[in-house]
């Protein structure tokens, strides 16, 4: 079977998900990648990369131009490598893209399958209302749409794609590369603290600030935060930055906290086993962006044995199961986020318990090769029906 994979940019230093899925699938499936550009290859490399940009320099600015004057619908180049490598099915990963790749796939007459991730889901045809209108051609006109969780899949159907097109598919971590090791807190010691995303403003992470500051009012024990992330040049992230920069020195933060910006993902994973507590509390930002289903930092860290402190929105109750497998408070509660923490320094040696059926969720549900052979179910359910 052979797929073509189709992404603007491979691949973002955030979407290490992403690289997993595809170089996960089993050995039968033949990936194709197409992009227009790449990035982070040292990181994120794969076999049959078909990068627009670097073999095609002057189509790749007339067809931009194109693009630009006419239809960003226009994309012979997908087509071109569709029909080359004689692929089946276009997977196109986020909703917009999906869009934009409606003309090419019935050009190179693949089954078209898309994949919504966050923002694509509410961000953009909240913010750009034209966006929803044109989901209505993409909900009748693809074969599938997949999505994360019950959360998002509700919120597609409400968009107006029929029910049945609708497939619930949760991304992977590559638990056999994330070892098992859960925390132990010695009371004596300081309590270090993780947090790691992108600076934008449905992460909350001014939230996880307050929630550390209430807390440390309240208890004399050592705090050390580490912030794994940063803001790229968007106006919103920038603006979501000095936020948390103001934050910090609000609460007078600035001697626990280590900013260590974006770093790969080997050197997060290492940051990760040298602390105790991973903090991730997302809310449903001011201008509509969620997370859509839920961040797949929740997923690896909770794999790899970290008491996981959330909040109830999209699909995250989906992995964290409140007293069971992690603590969930409400979005932007500072103060519950704090209680949650104060119960796990005063319950160290029940964390063994909820770290040890957080694993076993991950494993069964979220374990990418797993998911992998349930996308490839997916795919020849798709052929099949042709």
């Known amino acids: 079977m052979i797929i073509i994979h189709q992404n603007t940019v491979w691949l973002s230093q955030t979407q290490t998900w992403l690289y997993h899925q595809i170089k996960h699938l089993p050995c039968n499936i033949e990936n194709h990648i197409v992009c227009d550009q790449v990035d982070n290859l040292e990181q994120f490399y794969l076999p049959n990369i078909h990068n627009f940009s670097e073999n095609f320099i002057l189509k790749y600015y007339f067809q931009k131009a194109i693009k630009k004057l006419f239809s960003p619908q226009y994309y012979p180049f997908l087509v071109d490598q569709a029909k080359i490598h004689n692929a089946q099915i276009l997977h196109s990963h986020f909703g917009n893209r999906g869009w934009q790749n409606l003309v090419s796939a019935k050009q190179a007459k693949l089954k078209h399958i898309v994949t919504f991730y966050g923002f694509d889901v509410n961000y953009l045809p909240k913010q750009y209302p034209f966006w929803l209108q044109r989901y209505q051609a993409l909900f009748q006109e693809v074969d599938y749409i997949l999505c994360e969780g019950s959360h998002m899949a509700k919120c597609i159907v409400e968009m107006g794609c029929p029910a049945k097109k609708v497939k619930v598919h949760h991304l992977g971590v590559s638990v056999d590369n994330i070892p098992f090791k859960p925390r132990q807190w010695d009371p004596s010691q300081p309590l270090r603290i993780l947090i790691a995303s992108s600076f934008v403003e449905k992460k909350g992470i001014p939230y996880s600030l307050e ?73 449903t930002s001011s201008d509509g962006d969620t997370e859509g289903g839920a961040p797949i930092s929740i997923l690896e860290m909770a794999a790899s044995g970290m008491p996981i402190l959330s909040t109830i929105h999209c699909d995250i109750p989906d992995i964290i199961q409140e007293g069971k497998t992690g603590l969930l408070a409400k979005e932007r509660d500072a103060e519950g986020l704090a209680e949650n923490l104060q119960w796990l320094v005063d319950h160290p040696k ?23 052979q349930r996308l490839v179910d997916i795919y020849q359910c798709l052929i099949k029906g042709a």
């Not at 007078?252 to 105790?276: N, R, T, W």
Request: net charge positive.
């Open 350 to 372: 029940q964390w063994q318990i909820m770290l040890r059926a957080s694993r076993n969720h991950i494993e069964q549900e979220y374990n990418v090769k797993i998911q992998s």
């Open 211 to 283: 929630a550390v500051a209430i807390f440390q009012k309240k208890n004399s024990i050592p705090i050390q935060i580490t912030i794994i992330g940063d803001a790229r040049q968007e106006k919103r992230q920038q603006q979501q930055k000095k936020k948390i920069i103001e934050t910090i020195e609000k609460y007078d933060l600035q001697s626990k906290v280590k900013l260590m910006g974006y770093q790969p993902y080997l050197i997060f994973l290492k940051e990760a086993y040298q602390h105790h507590i991973f903090l991730s509390p997302s809310i």
